[in-house]
């Protein structure tokens, strides 16, 4: 069974950064695509960052530049850099993997950032 289990949030004044870290299991488990979603209270869930296995990344426009997805193969894990941080950025990131049958959801972390 996929488990997908996210770290890394909290809470963090404007123009702080953080990182978030999606660990993916079991270890032979390959997805096309891992990404991280953000959903804010009362609005819908949006992708943030994705990258594919061959490692081409996608950002939301509102993050490009400060935001940034990586990965590291050997420990099946995918990471978010979180620079220059936003109150609008407050939401639960939530790690996602796209296998070619199924998408795969992490239980999300919180991430508040204060003005």
């Known amino acids: 069974q996929v488990h997908l289990v996210e770290s890394g949030g909290g809470l963090v004044q404007a123009g702080g950064s953080l990182r978030l870290s999606c660990a993916a299991s079991?270890?032979?488990?390959?997805?096309?695509?891992m990404g991280w979603y953000r959903q804010a209270p009362g609005k819908q869930r949006e992708l943030v960052a994705a990258i594919t296995s061959g490692g081409r990344t996608n950002y939301a426009d509102s993050v490009k530049g400060r935001f940034t997805i990586s990965k590291d193969n050997a420990r099946n894990t995918v990471y978010l850099q979180l620079n220059s941080l936003k109150p609008e950025d407050t939401a639960v990131y939530y790690c996602?993997?796209?296998?070619?049958?199924?998408?795969?959801w992490g239980q999300g972390t919180q991430v508040t950032v204060s003005s």
């Open positions: 996602n993997a796209k296998a070619p049958l199924q998408d795969y």
């Open positions: 079991p270890t032979f488990f390959r997805p096309d695509v």
